[in-house]
């Protein structure tokens, strides 16, 4: 009784803070990352960030190198912020953490006043109710009970209802992981975080795993359930002038009256859109397409370049901090594109902000009649003077983009200096490793499997020390679904030439700032072009690291490869399916988590992937969203020559990679 009392007091003390401070200062809550007692990571063996070394626009100079080129003149300015290097340091690695945990770029102006995230069924009161009837326990997802009946898109929930939110909630912590609550002048906002996607809660102990993928997250509900979805349009598959028209009136480029679409069919349209994502996904490219990719882990060292296709290739940290910077500089907020809206989407910009703001949650946000939508956004911009929502700022060549900064715009609060913060997360993320693979090892069974590794030819793409050649294959060699590797070509068709500011400038940027040429060659050329689909009409995909595969299933970049822990059976013949449990449709659509191990089987054996394949292709759901689990055709089964105990070796070496593996390749360098 006494421990169910404690969030109690808590939660009173907060609404006591609330009454007393929320017409003075702003208030944020939580108000720090969690302990690092609380996580696995202290477990975890990490890979080598090496304090005092340097990073020069994705050029690395190690410490030792670097200790001799300070004895310079020469190698001081080599190592200058002005000429582009970041030191890694204690200090930068720290406060890469707390951005991770923290920092929301202030989107949650574009979550709260625009879309209305805590608007619908799914709002502060039901999540605090949640949260404190799990008494303390912690969840990997966080429930919410309907009360009446709601439809959203042509979607019925009845009272009832319990959704599946696939929040994580630590042991004893009054907040889900990645979500902020800001109290300002009497308004509550929640923004978004890195840690929301990129941790995981332990189910068992409540213990965080640091850069785990959130693997049963369900953005796409959270977001239909909000009052005006339709402002993330882009990430659907809804064109506001393939709507039909409303009666909400608007002044159009040409300074004409025109219509805008109806506000809800608009609504109704991209729910249906945003239901169909399946859980642990995100559509992140707005790109006017309902394509949503798995969430990846943030175990990035040596895995370079980044995202699914390769197209964060280069800038500081070998492209992952344009990684960063992505989330929140391009993906999440869809104003930041508004400028480019007519040549990458097709989309005329009043329209496009327009139907954003027609029906915003916040009535200081919503679009009055008979106004030109850029000059009314101009108006409440919470980052007047900068576009979109987001705080950002404008690069060199805005408002063209480069393949350094895809719409020339760079994540940057003020206070900090340039690319401090995306910086500092890339320097943090590159330290993360998963805990060591729960189950104990047997050391004779490793080697085997890792001579089936060799033998199988795993070893020629997934290659050196983090088992990655840094190569981007051409989808029609991987043959895995195509939709998502084209999905950037709509930028590098605008690209110019990337350029940064110096590191040491702060923000707000100065009159007149230096400017720096983001070195274009530390990735191949072809593997550029492959990944923005111009040298390749089909795109690529690139080769993703192995490390810490038994926490980032279900596997392919569309997450087509689940299956559950009671679906396969071995007898003599190998493996067959005795339960439901195959593909994406029979596990995390069900609330069922996909088991590392049988997926793992599935990826590699022809006659299971066939029928995990047909599971995908029965559900109409994943067919909208373009989940199968095909391709990556590289067997490990009879058909290939290997036995059943081959396969089964194979599986336990691949699921014991974490940074600290007990057996490697012999051609692992």
């Not at 006494?2 to 803070?17: G, K």
């Not at 009454?19 to 975890?44: D, K, V």
């Amino acid at each position: 009784m006494r421990f169910r009392t404690i969030p109690i007091i808590i939660l009173l003390s907060f609404i006591f803070l609330i009454g007393l401070f929320a017409y003075q200062i702003e208030l944020a809550f939580p108000i720090r990352p969690p302990s690092r007692y609380n996580t696995y990571t202290l477990a975890s063996k990490s890979p080598p960030q090496e304090i005092g070394s340097f990073d020069v626009l994705g050029h690395t100079v190690d410490k030792e190198e670097a200790e001799k080129l300070l004895q310079t003149e020469a190698g001081r300015k080599q190592l200058s912020p002005e000429n582009g290097a970041v030191e890694i340091t204690n200090e930068l690695i720290d406060l890469g953490r707390e951005t991770f945990y923290q920092e929301t770029f202030g989107n949650e102006y574009l979550f709260t006043d625009v879309i209305g995230i805590l608007d619908g069924p799914i709002n502060i009161g039901k999540l605090t109710k949640a949260i404190l009837a799990l008494g303390g326990k912690p969840t990997t997802n966080l429930q919410i009970p309907l009360d009446k009946d709601v439809t959203i898109g042509s979607t019925t929930f009845k009272a009832g209802t319990v959704l599946n939110t696939g929040l994580d909630v630590p042991k004893g912590s009054l907040f889900p992981l990645g979500i902020r609550t800001f109290v300002n002048q009497g308004k509550i906002r929640a923004g978004v975080t890195c840690a929301l996607c990129h941790h995981a809660v332990d189910p068992k102990n409540g213990r965080i795993l640091e850069g785990a993928p959130n693997i049963d997250v369900d953005t796409g509900l959270l977001l239909a359930f909000a009052s005006n979805s339709a402002a993330l349009f882009r990430q659907s598959s809804v064109k506001p002038d393939d709507v039909q028209q409303g009666d909400r009136i608007y002044i159009n480029k040409d300074g004409q009256e025109a219509r805008l679409p109806d506000i809800k069919a608009m609504e109704d349209a991209v729910d249906r859109d945003l239901l169909s994502w399946p859980p642990g996904s995100f559509t992140s490219n707005g790109d006017v397409k309902n394509n949503p990719s798995q969430i990846p882990s943030s175990y990035t060292h040596g895995a370079w370049p980044y995202s699914w296709s390769g197209v964060a290739s280069i800038g500081w940290f070998h492209g992952l901090s344009t990684l960063n910077n992505a989330v929140f500089g391009v993906n999440a907020d869809p104003t930041t594109t508004a400028d480019a809206s007519e040549k990458l989407l097709g989309i005329d910009e009043e329209l496009y902000l327009g139907t954003m703001f027609q029906n915003a949650a916040n009535p200081k946000f919503r679009l009055p009649e008979k106004v030109k939508p850029t000059e009314f956004f101009a108006k409440i911009d919470p980052t007047p003077g900068n576009p979109g929502i987001n705080e950002v700022i404008k690069m060199p060549e805005y408002p063209k983009g480069t393949l350094f900064m895809q719409n020339g715009l760079m994540a940057a609060s003020p206070g900090y200096h340039v690319a401090e913060q995306i910086n500092s997360m890339s320097a943090w993320q590159n330290t993360l490793a998963p805990p060591p693979y729960p189950v104990s090892q047997d050391l004779e069974v490793l080697k085997r499997g890792v001579a089936v590794f060799d033998r199988a030819g795993c070893v020629d793409c997934h290659s050196g020390r983090y088992f990655t050649n840094h190569k981007v294959i051409p989808q029609p060699e991987i043959g895995t679904q195509p939709s998502r590797a084209v999905a950037s070509k709509a930028f590098a068709e605008n690209f110019v030439p990337p350029q940064t500011y110096p590191p040491n400038i702060s923000i707000p940027l100065p009159k007149n700032p230096p400017v720096l040429p983001v070195p274009t060659d530390i990735t191949p050329q072809e593997d550029i072009d492959l990944a923005y689909a111009q040298s390749n009409p089909k795109g690529g995909f690139k080769v993703p690291n192995l490390i810490g595969l038994y926490v980032t299933a279900p596997y392919l970049h569309d997450g087509g490869v689940a299956v559950s822990s009671t679906a396969l059976e071995a007898d003599e013949e190998g493996f067959k399916v005795v339960n439901p449990g195959l593909g994406m449709a029979e596990t995390l659509l069900k609330g069922i988590q996909p088991d590392p191990s049988a997926s793992l089987r599935a990826l590699i054996d022809r006659n299971l992937r066939e029928k995990v394949v047909a599971a995908n292709h029965a559900d109409e759901r994943l067919q909208q969203v373009n989940v199968e689990g095909i391709g990556h055709n590289y067997w490990v089964d009879k058909q290939a020559g290997f036995t059943t105990q081959d396969q089964t070796d194979l599986i336990e070496f691949l699921l014991s990679i974490d940074d600290d593996p007990e057996v490697l390749p012999e051609s692992t360098s």
